[in-house]
C-alpha cells in the first residue's frame, strides 16, 4: 500500500499558539486532503487541496486554518491560534491512482493535544 | 439520518464467525469506500466499490453496493481477534472535490 507519513505523531501546545502540522503524500499526486476525529468522534473533511489552491473546505475550516503546499513533496496544515476544541487527530490523505475518484491513502495522523 | 451511518455501532462475535455492518447513505456517490481504524491509529484503507458496482471481494472481505436503497454491507468471514477494531463507511459524494463523508462506524470485538 503506498504510503503518506505525517510529523509529528503527537504534539502537545498551549490554547493560543500556533502549530504547524506536516504531511508528506502520495508521490506525484495533484489532490490532497486534511481530515480530523476528535477522540470517540467520526472522521471529518477539513480542506481538498488540488493544483496548489483550495479546491472545497468545510465548516470547521475557519480563518484559523490554512494549507500550503511549501515545496514539491510536502503539504502542510497550519493553526494559527489553538484553542482547546482544536486537540484531535489529524489526518492527511491522497488518492491512489491522482485522480480524485481513486482510493484514498491516510497518513498514520498527529494527535494534537490543546491545553 | 446522516450521511454515512453504520449499523451496528457496535458487534460482538467469536472467533470464525461472520461478522456482517451496514452503511447508509443519503447522496449519489462516486464511490464508497471502506476502512479499518485500531484504538487511536491511523485508518487503513480496506477495499472501494465504485457507484457501477455491485460487490467485490478481497481476501476475507466481501462489500455490496446497492445503490437504489443507498445502503453498503461488509462482511468479514471466519474472523480472528486481529479483526478487532473500528469500521468504518465513506462515500464519495458526486460533485464534491471527492471529499469522504464517514459514517459513525462500528465497533467490532472479535473473542477468542
Known amino acids: 500500500e503506498p504510503e503518506v507519513t505525517q510529523t509529528p505523531s503527537h504534539q502537545v501546545t498551549q490554547m493560543g499558539q500556533e502549530v504547524i502540522l506536516r504531511c508528506v503524500p502520495i508521490?506525484?499526486?495533484?489532490?490532497f486532503y486534511w481530515y480530523r476525529q476528535i477522540l470517540g468522534q467520526k472522521v471529518e473533511f477539513l480542506v481538498s487541496f488540488y493544483n496548489n489552491e483550495i479546491s472545497e473546505k468545510s465548516e470547521i475550516f475557519d480563518d484559523q486554518f490554512s494549507v500550503e503546499r511549501p515545496d514539491g513533496s510536502n503539504f502542510t496544515l497550519k493553526i494559527r491560534s489553538t484553542k482547546l476544541e482544536d486537540s484531535a487527530m489529524y489526518f492527511c490523505a491522497s488518492p491512489r491512482g491522482g485522480a480524485s475518484t481513486d482510493t484514498q491513502y491516510f497518513g498514520p495522523g498527529t494527535r494534537l493535544t490543546v491545553l | 439520518s446522516q450521511q454515512g451511518e453504520e449499523d451496528p455501532q457496535a458487534l460482538s462475535i467469536q472467533e470464525g464467525e461472520n461478522a456482517t455492518m451496514n452503511c447508509s447513505y443519503k447522496t449519489s456517490i462516486n464511490n464508497l469506500q471502506w476502512y479499518r481504524q485500531n484504538s487511536g491509529r491511523g485508518l487503513v484503507h480496506l477495499i472501494l466499490i465504485r457507484s457501477n458496482e455491485r460487490e467485490k471481494h478481497s481476501g476475507r472481505l466481501r462489500v455490496t453496493l446497492d445503490t437504489s436503497k443507498k445502503s453498503s454491507s461488509l462482511l468479514i468471514t471466519a474472523s480472528r481477534a486481529a479483526d478487532t477494531a473500528s469500521y468504518f463507511c465513506?462515500?464519495?459524494?458526486?460533485?464534491?472535490?471527492?471529499?469522504?463523508?464517514f459514517g459513525t462506524g462500528t465497533r467490532l470485538q472479535v473473542t477468542l
Open positions: 465513506a462515500t464519495d459524494e458526486t460533485g464534491t472535490a471527492s471529499k469522504l463523508t
Open positions: 508521490s506525484n499526486h495533484l489532490y
